[in-house]
């Protein structure tokens, strides 16, 4: 289940995009992906090249399987508005 707490990210050096979906499984994030695209959802699971983002935002029933090389950012709410 996604959580809705806003904690602090602490960015290290050694930060990779892998890393980062890692830490922040269960919660929510977007994906921005080499060709434009978008996606929006939890972090379920993170392998070695893919990664599962479930609930997709606008397609809630669906998962979606993620190459992790494919992505340029990985977006995460950190507070309220």
């Not at 993170?46 to 609930?55: A, D, E, I, M």
């Amino acid at each position: 289940m996604a959580t809705d707490t806003f904690d602090k990210y602490e960015f290290q050096v050694a930060d990779t995009v892998k890393s980062i979906l890692e830490r922040n499984v269960g919660k929510r994030a977007a994906v921005k992906l080499h060709s434009g695209d978008e996606l929006s959802g939890i972090v379920t699971s993170v392998g070695n090249s893919t990664f599962q983002l479930s609930g997709l935002l606008g397609r809630e029933f669906f998962d979606g399987f993620i190459a992790i090389d494919r992505i340029s950012a990985v977006i995460l709410r950190m507070r309220e508005a």
